[in-house]
């Protein structure tokens, strides 16, 4: 299997050289004119049984398997790589059927081609015994071999920093023999969790479900749970008993979080618990760390690793307990490449592997509430806070009767109550999940909407950059002096709130408030993050302003107020989601008010106090809301309660799109408990520069998608230019 999107495997020849290749061994084969990393596959005339992802699922035809040239090219080299484990091939091809990806792409994402390569041998300095009394001493020289005092070998970069010396002094003294190169012998990888560290003593409701969740791990076979509690009932604890289980097991545990969410506070709950740090696996880390981290889990020498969705895709030789923190986040579906839900693949990571999932939320998806209810999935509630802190008060603040002043954005009912907080000394946030200055610049004079070159949406004001930007293609220009259009001087101007423009309401309103704001864009990175939660949660900070990256399970003592400045924003436009993930994110942001001593009060601004989403979160009903929901979605077979794809047609041109997407549609499969939408424009029309027409296919539950897609995709080629993408499960639609 060559990591290239290709139908299936390539047939190669095992040169006697080589003895016997297993499935798994990772070689180098000829392609082309070039040598190209793949993975010995497994035999295709016997497809692997498809499990059911809790019934997301359908089975998975084996895909064609390519005609074996007569004369097949040799295998080059066998490469010095951990094998790819069986569950994880197996793994790739269910992924690969399900989300109708070439596999390749999809083994390309467990291959990591720049983990699996070897592992160059580090070397480092130590002082030569030789006697080189002819070498000049100079000062720096005398620097580097005191540097070197201790005998620990040390890198060239990593001595000449030591010594405060360039990296000149330190070949040149190789040079003169007064150096000698050996290899570094490698660290330990990882630290070894302790189970038995002593961590916090459980409340009665935690060591119950910590306890089922533990007897799961041990009976080493597949089982979803639902971990369902508020925020702050001890979810994280709990679940790390679940950990600690497995590891008593000997098998490995795989924690996954969504990405912003992988956070220093998580990792110092993780220490207190197991005395080091697990493993960690991201989209950012370095290619070294990536490679020992790779190697680590393959080896079975990383027990824990916690990690972004892309995780799942780690070689773990034997997976005992895989938890889903945040289930219900859309973050954890991957929107390019490969389309796929990470939380939907764990579960058949599990399935797969003989272990335990755990999916954790204070809000959980529709999709998992209902595989509870059908008994698909177990259920385990912690009732309340930890430690008998209340939930936060919610009020919804109506702006139509108590409106900001002209041109502001903060209802006074807001502005007193972040002022009695302030003045009281506690701290005080404000949410609004849109970055930069204003999300609209209009032209008084003719109506003018500056919009992107490349895309069907508006620039975004950043004042701070003085720049407008696109956050769909990141497409940036100067903010222009005249109206583009009318040329009409001094006529443009900022519609709506970003974070900038409420920070700059704040400061005006609250002078001698210490401001912070937390957005993407002004923290450029975790430790940026990190430092700012530091400072908020010693206090020196009284106002948070902050976007989404606000509301992940920070623990901030003495916050107390939460702002919300446009709890309408996410309901906007036809998602049939967008009432649920509102209410998910601002029950997030919500619990963001008030721990242990401190009753804390969140505030909604709406201009629709009456709206189902605004009741769930003022009446904390939340089993209502999505019972509600639910009664909405089933009678239409809309998901959970139906089966949905998506199609996405795009191209250079709105005609070569047009072509495609009606050539689709005249092919649309029918019949009973099938039904096709479309062809109509995509959400965002043009993306890109690239015009996009979607499709739907919507089935009765009981119908598998991939077989209908896979006849419906071989019927029509696109037009030049088109190509069509296809996502089972979208998360909007
Ligand atoms: P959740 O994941 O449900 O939001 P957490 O596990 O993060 O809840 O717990 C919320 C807070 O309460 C954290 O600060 C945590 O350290 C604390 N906490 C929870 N359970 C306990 C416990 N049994 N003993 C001590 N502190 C606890
Ligand atoms: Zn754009």
């Given at each position: 299997m060559l990591p290239f999107p290709l139908p299936g495997?390539?047939?190669?020849?095992?040169?006697?050289?080589?003895?016997?290749?297993?499935?798994?061994?990772?070689?180098?084969?000829?392609?082309?004119?070039?040598e190209e990393v793949g993975v010995v596959w497994d035999p295709q005339d016997a497809p692997p049984p498809a499990p059911d992802p809790g019934g997301a699922a359908d089975p998975v035809p084996a895909p064609p398997r390519p005609v074996a040239d007569t004369r097949l090219k040799p295998v080059s080299a066998l490469l010095d790589v951990p094998r790819m484990p069986h569950g994880l091939r197996r793994f790739v091809d269910w992924v690969a059927g399900y989300t109708l990806t070439p596999p390749g792409l999809v083994m390309a994402m467990a291959l990591r081609i720049n983990a699996a390569a070897p592992l160059p041998p580090a070397l480092g300095w130590v002082r030569s015994g030789s006697n080189s009394s002819a070498a000049r001493e100079t000062p720096a020289r005398k620097r580097v071999l005191a540097a070197l005092a201790d005998g620990m070998p040390r890198g060239t970069a990593e001595l000449a920093r030591l010594a405060e010396v360039g990296s000149g002094v330190v070949r040149g003294m190789a040079e003169a023999g007064l150096l000698r190169e050996v290899p570094i012998p490698a660290a330990a990888p990882f630290g070894i969790p302790d189970p038995d560290h002593p961590g916090a003593e459980l409340a009665p409701d935690q060591a119950v479900a910590a306890d089922a969740l533990a007897s799961r791990v041990q009976a080493r076979r597949f089982s979803v749970t639902l971990l369902d509690g508020v925020t702050g009932s001890g979810k994280t604890e709990t679940y790390l008993e679940a950990v600690a289980a497995c590891l008593r097991e000997g098998r490995q545990a795989l924690v996954l979080l969504p990405e912003i969410a992988l956070s220093a506070q998580w990792m110092q709950r993780f220490v207190r618990r197991f005395g080091v740090e697990p493993a960690v696996w991201h989209s950012d880390l370095g290619s070294k760390t990536r490679r020992r981290t790779w190697r680590a889990v393959a080896g079975g020498e990383a027990p824990v690793v916690v990690g972004a969705r892309s995780a799942l895709f780690l070689p773990f030789p034997d997976l005992g307990l895989v938890i889903v923190d945040e289930e219900h986040e859309t973050?954890?579906?991957?929107?390019?490449?490969?389309?796929?839900?990470?939380?939907?693949?764990a579960v058949v990571r599990a399935r797969m592997s003989n272990a335990p999932a755990v999916l954790a939320s204070a809000t959980p998806s529709l999709e998992t509430l209902t595989n509870v209810e059908n008994g698909r999935?177990?259920?385990?509630?912690?009732?309340?806070?930890?430690?008998?802190?209340?939930?936060?008060?919610?009020?919804?603040?109506?702006?139509?009767?108590a409106p900001p002043e002209r041109g502001r954005f903060l209802s006074p009912v807001l502005i007193d109550a972040v002022r009695d907080t302030i003045g009281r000394g506690e701290q005080a946030m404000l949410f609004l999940n849109r970055r930069g200055y204003a999300p609209l610049t209009l032209c008084r004079a003719c109506g003018h909407r500056i919009q992107c070159p490349n895309c069907t949406a508006w620039l975004v004001e950043h004042r701070a950059r003085r720049q407008l930007a696109c956050h769909h293609c990141g497409h940036t220009e100067a903010v222009p002096p005249n109206c583009p259009s009318c040329n009409a001087e001094?006529?443009?101007?900022?519609?709506?709130?970003?974070?900038?423009?409420?920070?700059?309401?704040?400061?005006?309103?609250?002078?001698?408030?210490?401001?912070?704001?937390?957005?993407?864009?002004?923290?450029?990175?975790?430790?940026?993050?990190?430092?700012?939660?530091?400072?908020?949660?010693?206090?020196?900070?009284?106002?948070?302003?902050?976007?989404?990256?606000?509301?992940?399970?920070?623990?901030?003592?003495?916050?107390?107020?939460?702002?919300?400045?446009?709890?309408?924003?996410?309901l906007a436009g036809g998602d049939l989601r967008a009432a649920e993930r509102t209410v998910q994110l601002l029950h997030q942001v919500a619990g963001r008010a008030g721990r242990a001593e401190m009753p804390g009060r969140v505030l909604l601004q709406t201009y629709t106090p009456e709206h189902p989403v605004m009741r769930a979160l003022v009446d904390g009903d939340f089993a209502a809301f999505m019972q509600r929901e639910a009664a909405q979605r089933r009678p239409g077979?809309?998901?959970?309660?139906?089966?949905?794809?998506?199609?996405?047609?795009?191209?250079?041109?709105?005609?070569?799109?047009?072509?495609?997407?009606?050539a689709l549609g005249r092919a649309a499969p029918s019949g009973e408990g099938i039904q096709v939408l479309g062809p109509a424009p995509a959400p965002l029309a043009i993306l890109r520069g690239r015009h996009r027409r979607r499709l739907l296919l919507r089935t009765r539950r009981d119908i598998a998608v991939q077989p209908?897609?896979?006849?419906w995709l071989d019927t029509v080629s696109p037009a030049r230019t088109a190509r069509i993408d296809v996502d089972v499960d979208p998360v909007s639609f």
């Open positions: 495997p390539f047939d190669y020849a095992v040169p006697d050289s080589l003895g016997t290749l297993a499935p798994g061994d990772v070689v180098l084969v000829p392609l082309g004119r070039r973050a954890f579906k991957q929107e390019d490449g490969v389309l796929y839900h990470a939380r939907d693949m999935y177990r259920h385990l509630v912690l009732p309340g806070r930890h430690g008998g802190a209340r939930m936060p008060a919610v009020a919804a603040i109506d702006m139509r009767e001094g006529s443009l101007v900022p519609i709506g709130p970003g974070v900038e423009r409420i920070t700059e309401e704040a400061t005006a309103l609250f002078p001698e408030a210490r401001l912070l704001v937390m957005a993407s864009d002004t923290l450029p990175g975790p430790t940026a993050t990190a430092e700012a939660v530091r400072r908020i949660s010693e206090r020196e900070v009284d106002l948070v302003i902050g976007t989404q990256i606000v509301a992940k399970g920070w623990h901030f003592p003495g916050l107390t107020l939460v702002g919300v400045v446009d709890a309408d924003l996410g077979h809309w998901p959970p309660f139906g089966r949905l794809a998506a199609l996405i047609v795009s191209a250079d041109s709105a005609d070569a799109a047009d072509s495609t997407a009606l209908i897609l896979r006849a």
